[in-house]
């Protein structure tokens, strides 16, 4: 048997999965790796741990397919990351993930002053402290001597392709993250560097999506246990791919995902970008552009309702009893925004809210309100999606929520459509390796991907639907009245750091 490895670097953890050539998976593994945010709006993780995690997951993969041809390996990993690098190759930084905030100060100034709208036209990013762009202006202010010292500023795949090739290397899709490279051009954008402070020299190379890498480095390649000249292609980003791994990649096709964030995205043909600045706009392949917008409050505020209410029960516990409250929460409606929000808000100072409660309600009433609270939110973007795509023809539902029957059915029910659910869970590990394979010209296109995602099954609207339908305006129109609220909450929030501490040490 041939088999093609791919391997998607996520936000949590990295997944290893090796499929056969008709996408079905043969072996995985999935190494974990914690998240530092020790201080408000801080999020960042150690490069070193990821790449153990990386290499680790390679070596269980390759030993639990010995005996079968390893045709390749092909690369996914979550966006708008950043590590600076000094001369030596060495971090100066840990790596800044996508959820760090710091520089919400600056995307607000960028917004405010008009050249977010210009940036975002030529970039297709927006203007948020999620990017690179905004991260990079805030490393300028807040470690002036780390940025004088910067001789490479890359992201986590980048890094972690360094140590395997000792090349600097970004894929177009990552790139395209980064808010610093020019969607027309498909060059870095001379004035995003100038307000991030970098030059294209200090950034990886850019190369498309079925860039092939050659020759590992020999010590790195024993260690996994494979050849040196094991092809290895660079890959995309997890959001494009996810929608590739689901075959939601022709037009009227929209992929809705959640994992630890969420996504909704679907694929057209040219670079389109939203003229109030709301979604993104992100390479895949030549002539598929991905557009949609991402939330930061997917499985995230799912574990923290369970750390906050049932700490000692587990999630099908949960689900049970979310389960037997009606449709609707007996009118609890909740704002998901624990971590501030991208889309639809694009406000890092958003948070989260329960409205309507009353001494009727209990707290299996308020798990109803978070899982619904969340798919509202989803909903909300996917009402923007189509007002710029045209409504959608099918819905394919991804991500860990996806094994869950309780939010299969809210999904549909919510967005009042039927709603498929692919057999692979892993759809960017399985869109890196269809990848992996089209460039090895092992399949003839992406379109192979339709005949690889394995049996599905369709989840109907219920009668809920129409319950959904009535509360989604009384929703969004709450989450309209607070967005005026958020930056004093936020700001008192930062003023007073320890106040959640000492809260959290009484209980």
Known sequence: MTVMIGVDIGTTSTKVVAFDLHGHAQASANNSYPLCQSEPDMAEESPEEIFTAVITGLKQVVAQVAGHSIAGISFSAAMHSVIVMDADDQPLTQVLTWADNRGAAFAQQLRADGRGAALFARTGVPVHPMSPLVKLMWLQQAQPAVMAQAAHVIGIKDYVLFRMFGRYVQDYSLANATGLMNIFTMDWDPTALALAGV?????PQLVDTDHQLKQMR?????????????PVVIGASDGVLSNLGVAAITPGTVAVTIGTSGAVRTVVDHPVCDPNGRLFTYYLAPGRWVIGGPVNNGGVVWRWARDAFFADRDYDQLTA???????GADGLLFLPYLGGERAPLWDADARGSFIGLTRQHDRATMLKAVLEGITFNLFAVMQL????AGQPKAIQATGGFARSGLWRQLLADVFAAPVTIPDSFESSALGAAVLGMQALGLCPSLDAVVDMVGQTHT?????????????????????????GAYAAIAGFQRRHPNANAAVAAQD
Not at 199 to 203: E, I, K, V, Y
Not at 321 to 327: D, G, N
Not at 459 to 483: F, G, H, I, K
């Open 199 to 203: 030059t294209a020299a200090q950034l």
């Open 218 to 230: 020999p010590e790195i390649a024993q260690l996994i246990g494979i050849a040196a000249d094991t």
């Open 385 to 388: 999606v189509a007002a710029l």
């Open 321 to 327: 009893l979310a389960a037997k409250v009606p449709a």
């Open 459 to 483: 989840q109907q609207p219920s009668d809920d639907a129409a319950v959904y339908a009535e509360l989604m305006p009384v929703w969004t129109d709450c989450a309209d009245r607070l967005a």
